[in-house]
């Protein structure tokens, strides 16, 4: 889009088709569901963070009351070492869903078992009988890297080594990013910073557990009912892991109370899938609070050290980075994505960025909300905050100086579009949140944030009933409000109020593939489907009027929901009820679909201001005022992108402050609820305030961006840069709780 366009329905602020069943509570959530005949489903858990498993025993509970089906690692199909999607290791994945040789973290599943109700289940499990041989857990990065460490996988070598390793190890990858000559740079810098941060593993928080129902028929195809954030990624993994035909599984997703990437994997579902293959009867499963703690994947913690060098004037000039990712217990952290994001908010033409994957003794990693965004980016914007200070220059001023714009090349690679990181600080120069005054033990620190957004498979249908409202159907999960964002799209195509469009969620048979809910993609990507799809229906209606009327196609224009008749002509408009209703005379329904794979996804830039209060006595840190300030490209529903702001703002205060998990010296993790595992809550947080920029993607249609990740990157740092200017302590690990603050404010008075 490279014009400004005006809308009719885009940009305004409907209440959500999906709205009154949720707060009535009568939208069917995963847990909801349930068939005849169903059996429960429930996994025995490892006790152990680390052992051989050197026997399982189901004899007992095979004989229990009300058990119909066991299952065990035995009972799955071998999957080869090198089987890989390019993204999804998928021996790898089979052996996370239930172990096999070895136990590898606290929670590790063993063993499930079917029963008639979940008390007979739950029984059942305690008469399974597993023999191990300990092992020593690896527990801390420094555990996995130390000479002479314990192995996890004998036949781990790591990828990307220079030279290549020959013996097993702990580090399953490294990636390097760079340019330029940076110790050369480094060398006509006249102030440089140096520092070490730590983050540790935090949990997406979803408040929704995984939940499944799955049914085999008769004909052998398995019907599966899920919480997800891809139905398709549902199948695919299960028909991989269970050596089905993909077609052999149909799968219809629930609605679903969050996910901010966790649930972009499979953990309960091939179990009941497999479990009701050989009881014959369905099966539910739903894990429990501590199980999702335990044994679905949290983010990684890091360890991370960066350097970057400045002139006088306020120039970055040269920049180097040491990233060590946790990827739990089995390979595939987001190391690189925490890499690509580093510097990517800069001009720096002059650095180096080495990247380490790292297993370790914990819960495999998985996908949260710009995974590996916000711990590189609170490092790297931690030490731009400190090297303003050095220089004695105004923060933003700082970053306006070396931001990232149209035609810099990016430090991972491209060269930007339009973007907008410039609009965003100079909208938050302007603010009044940024010169308002602060009070006693107050201060003020901000943050850029910044995530690539993604495209990928999107499909979509538009089909027009005969009153002339529309149905609009994808294969996305609705996280965030994407239902309406899309008829909203499909509204402003057609030209009808977004109120006679009705949009829904299929299941994976009644609408092509479309990649999962995440990576901020499905506004821009299954929009554009949409769009494409709606387009085409105009087209008939069109048509349609055209036969009516007697005339050439050409002839005919689409305003306002009415066919017109182009230059004049003398036939009266025709409005969509109209040709809808006449419809079956003049050939038949109008339907139309577009699939594609989605190119050119914009990426997103943010800028967050924080105000913290901190009591020098207890070292308690009180968000006092907050405002996020991002670049939207286009905002489709304003409120669900002002939303996405907030609830990426609040999550990062959470992992800032508070979040970690907490495991003991065994490998348990001792915090697995939410009473110990604390995530913020309506109490300990201001409003947060918030300012859609919009810089049009010029890729996009309505110039749309992605915006739901992007919010978490900037929380991080901007938090930390504020709590060092209402202390004068630099915080470098998290979270950065009470007893942390007093040891630094300790440590410079």
């Known amino acids: 889009m490279s014009q400004k366009r005006s809308f009719q329905q885009v940009g305004t602020r409907p209440i959500r088709h999906d709205g009154i069943d949720k707060v009535t509570g009568r939208a069917n959530f995963g847990a909801d569901f349930s068939l005849p005949g169903m059996l429960w489903g429930r996994v025995l858990?490892?006790?152990?963070?680390?052992?051989?498993?050197?026997?399982?025993?189901?004899?007992?509970?095979?004989?229990?009351?009300?058990?119909?089906?066991?299952?065990?690692?035995?009972?799955?199909?071998?999957?080869?070492?090198?089987?890989?999607d390019g993204q999804t290791d998928f021996r790898d994945l089979s052996r996370n869903v239930m172990a096999r040789e070895k136990v590898l973290y606290h929670g590790h599943p063993i063993a499930a078992v079917a029963a008639t109700s979940k008390q007979l289940a739950d029984e059942a499990l305690e008469k399974i009988i597993v023999e191990y041989e300990l092992l020593k857990p690896v527990l801390s990065l420094d555990e996995a890297l130390a000479p002479g460490a314990t192995i996890l996988h004998d036949d781990l070598k790591t990828r990307g080594a220079d030279p290549p390793s020959e013996e097993p190890t702990n580090v399953a990858s490294r990636i390097e990013l760079g340019r330029g000559d940076p110790e050369a740079a480094f060398a006509t810098a006249d102030v440089i910073v140096d520092r070490e941060f730590t983050t540790q593993m935090v949990h997406q928080g979803y408040i929704e557990p995984h939940a499944v129902v799955a049914r085999t028929n008769e004909d052998g195809q398995s019907l599966i009912w899920c919480t997800t954030q891809g139905p398709f990624m549902i199948r695919a993994y299960c028909a991989r892991l269970l050596g089905l035909d993909a077609s052999?599984?149909?799968?219809?997703?629930?609605?679903?109370?969050?996910?901010?990437?966790?649930?972009?994997?499979?953990?309960v579902e091939p179990l009941a899938v497999l479990l009701s293959q050989r009881s014959g009867r369905p099966v539910k499963m739903v894990m429990t609070r501590e199980e999702v703690f335990r044994a679905t994947g949290p983010a990684s913690g890091t360890r991370i050290r960066v350097k970057l060098g400045a002139k006088n004037d306020g120039t970055l000039v040269a920049g180097t980075a040491e990233m060590y990712y946790e990827a739990g217990a089995f390979k595939g952290s987001a190391v690189a994505a925490g890499a690509m994001c580093l510097f990517a908010s800069y001009d720096l033409q002059d650095f180096r960025i080495e990247g380490y994957d790292v297993v370790l003794n914990k819960p495999k990693v998985a996908a949260?909300?710009?995974?590996?965004?916000?711990?590189?980016?609170?490092?790297?914007?931690?030490?731009?905050?400190?090297?303003?200070?050095?220089?004695?220059?105004?923060?933003?001023?700082?970053?306006?100086?070396?931001?990232?714009?149209?035609?810099?090349?990016?430090?991972?690679?491209?060269?930007?579009?339009?973007?907008?990181?410039?609009?965003t600080l100079?909208?938050?120069?302007?603010?009044p949140h940024y010169k308002a005054p602060l009070g006693p033990n107050q201060g003020r620190g901000l943050g850029c944030g910044f995530w690539f957004n993604a495209g990928m498979q999107s499909t979509a249908s538009v089909s027009l009933n005969e009153d002339g409202t529309a149905v609009v159907v994808s294969g996305c999960p609705d996280?965030?409000?994407?239902?309406?964002?899309?008829?909203?799209?499909?509204?402003?195509?057609?030209?009808?109020?977004?109120?006679?469009?009705?949009?829904v969620v299929g299941d994976t048979e009644t609408v092509g593939v479309n990649d999962g809910t995440g990576g901020s993609r499905v506004t821009f990507a299954t929009g554009m489907a949409v769009?494409?799809?709606?387009?085409?229906?105009?087209?008939?209606?069109?048509?349609?009027?055209?036969?009516?009327?007697?005339v050439e196609v050409d002839q005919v224009g689409w305003q306002e929901g009415r066919a017109q008749p182009k230059d004049g002509g003398e036939h009266e408009p025709l409005d969509i009820e109209t040709i809808a209703r006449r419809a079956g005379r003049t050939g038949g329904p109008i339907t139309a679909s577009s699939s594609l794979t989605a190119r050119g996804a914009g990426p997103s830039f943010a800028t967050h201001i924080c105000d913290v209060e901190v009591d020098p006595e207890t070292g308690f840190v009180r968000v006092v005022r907050y405002t996020a300030i991002q670049d939207a490209g286009k905002a489709i529903h304003p409120g669900y992108v002002e939303g996405q702001f907030q609830g990426g703002a609040a999550q990062g205060i959470g992992w800032a402050l508070n979040e970690a998990f907490v495991f003991d010296d065994e490998g348990k993790l001792e915090n697995?609820?939410?009473?110990?595992?604390?995530?913020?809550?309506?109490?300990?947080?201001?409003?947060?305030?918030?300012?859609?920029?919009?810089?049009?993607?010029?890729?996009?249609?309505?110039?749309?961006?992605?915006?739901?990740?992007?919010?978490?990157?900037?929380?991080?740092?901007?938090?930390?840069?504020?709590?060092?200017?209402?202390?004068?302590?630099?915080?470098?690990?998290?979270?950065?709780?009470?007893?942390?603050?007093?040891?630094?404010?300790?440590?410079?008075?």
Do not use: C
Request: proline share 9%; net charge negative.
């Open 45 to 84: 858990r490892s006790p152990h963070a680390h052992a051989k498993i050197l026997s399982i025993d189901t004899t007992k509970a095979e004989a229990s009351e009300g058990v119909k089906a066991v299952i065990s690692g035995v009972d799955f199909p071998a999957i080869s070492p090198s089987s890989s």
């Open 248 to 267: 052999k599984i149909r799968v219809t997703p629930s609605e679903i109370g969050g996910g901010f990437g966790g649930k972009t994997t499979v953990y």
């Open 368 to 423: 949260y909300r710009a995974p590996g965004g916000p711990m590189a980016v609170f490092a790297s914007e931690s030490v731009m905050d400190e090297l303003a200070e050095k220089l004695e220059i105004d923060p933003i001023d700082f970053r306006l100086h070396n931001a990232a714009r149209e035609g810099v090349q990016a430090t991972y690679g491209p060269k930007f579009n339009v973007i907008g990181l410039i609009e």
């Open 426 to 431: 100079e909208a938050a120069r302007e603010h």
């Open 479 to 503: 996280i965030g409000g994407s239902r309406t964002s899309l008829a909203l799209m499909a509204a402003e195509e057609l030209g009808i109020p977004v109120e006679r469009v009705r949009p």
């Open 531 to 550: 769009i494409e799809a709606a387009q085409k229906v105009v087209q008939e209606l069109r048509e349609r009027a055209a036969a009516i009327w007697g």
């Open 672 to 749: 697995p609820g939410f009473l110990d595992y604390r995530i913020p809550v309506a109490s300990d947080l201001p409003m947060i305030d918030t300012l859609i920029i919009e810089v049009p993607n010029p890729r996009h249609p309505y110039g749309v961006r992605g915006v739901g990740e992007t919010p978490i990157v900037a929380p991080l740092a901007a938090v930390a840069n504020a709590l060092h200017n209402a202390t004068g302590a630099r915080l470098r690990d998290l979270p950065m709780s009470p007893p942390r603050v007093l040891d630094a404010i300790d440590s410079v008075r």
